[in-house]
């Protein structure tokens, strides 16, 4: 189930959402290199590492690096 969640969320990321990010340009970059559904499958496994050491530091997700040296 939480595979699914981050699934969907990484095909949103990658193909409606328009606000850019340095994840959608890592991920545009493996697709260029292997492919969008291996792209998506990296971006998951991203997020997941993401979302794991959010929820171990306890800190909020900055969508960008500007944010996080603020």
Do not use: N, P, Q
Request: with cysteine; charged share 30%; glycine share 4%.
């Amino acid at each position: 189930m939480v595979c699914t969640a981050l699934y969907e969320g990484a095909h949103i990321l990658l193909t409606r959402d328009v606000r850019f990010s340095a994840l959608k340009r890592w991920a545009l970059e493996v697709a260029k290199r292997h492919g969008m559904r291996r792209a998506k499958v990296a971006l998951v496994r991203k997020l997941a590492v993401i979302l794991h050491r959010m929820w171990i530091d306890g800190t909020t997700f900055r969508w960008s690096r500007e944010e996080a040296a603020a």
